[in-house]
């Protein structure tokens, strides 16, 4: 894979969101403010303190769906990523998914028929589900990062417990959404509806990068950690 990564430091950061916009949401979880003018990509991370090579490696894994890590000679920042990762795990369960619980709550008008509380059952069902898996990668895979790189790895745990047991979180917005196209509740308000059927598929391919972002980016950067932190321990 010896092509250039689509962006790079010399780039205008303005030019990768004209190309895309969900990039707003990568800029967004690394603590990058609108309002930089010109200015490059290096120029607006070194401004904010935050890794060039980290923020390059996730916003052209977005965009491309592959990680050129194994190409590249720049080092990931794991707290840079980690950070990235926690900011997401906000995003999804204090904006996102409560965002479109209560475009239901509008569109369907729960009180009105059997099928609209089921309809909001399966959903609060789904938000549980989310919530245990980024609490269990916030409590168990980030903390066990933090003692690595505190050179205190803890014992009884590996990244590779974590990358085994990890499930893509995505999948039951897919019946989700069959759901409400097939069995739309008449009485629904469409407009409200249409919206949040869209950000549940926003939502959904959403997820999905946040897991590959870590099935790709962050699993191979703690397995060479814990090569370093533990072959320094023999």
Do not use: W
């Amino acid at each position: 894979m010896g092509e250039t990564q689509k962006y790079k430091p010399s780039d205008k950061m303005v030019d990768l969101i004209s190309d895309n916009y969900t990039l707003l949401q990568v800029m967004s979880r690394f603590g990058l403010s609108l309002g930089f003018g010109e200015k490059t990509v290096k120029e607006v991370c070194e401004m904010n303190n935050v890794d060039c090579p980290t923020f390059l490696a996730v916003v052209n894994f977005v965009v491309e769906g592959f990680s050129r890590i194994d190409d590249s000679k720049e080092e990931l920042s794991v707290p840079a990523l980690v950070d990235y990762l926690h900011q997401s795990h906000i995003y999804f369960l204090d904006f996102c998914l409560p965002g479109i619980r209560r475009k239901l709550i509008y569109a369907i008008d729960c009180a009105d028929d059997g099928v609209s509380f089921l309809i909001l059952k399966f959903f609060d069902d789904y938000m549980n589900e989310v919530r245990k898996h980024m609490e269990y990668e916030e409590k168990t895979v980030f903390k066990y990062v933090d003692s690595l790189l505190n050179n205190t790895p803890l014992e009884n745990y590996k990244i590779s417990t974590f990358s085994k047991h990890h499930d893509q979180i995505s999948e039951k917005l897919t019946e989700l959404k069959n759901i409400l196209i097939k069995y739309c509740p008449p009485k629904a308000n469409k407009s409200m509806l249409n919206t949040a059927l869209f950000d549940i598929y926003t939502c959904e391919e959403g997820l999905d990068s946040h897991c590959n972002v870590e099935d790709y980016l962050l699993v191979p950067a703690i397995l060479k950690l814990e090569r370093r932190i533990l072959g320094n321990e023999k």
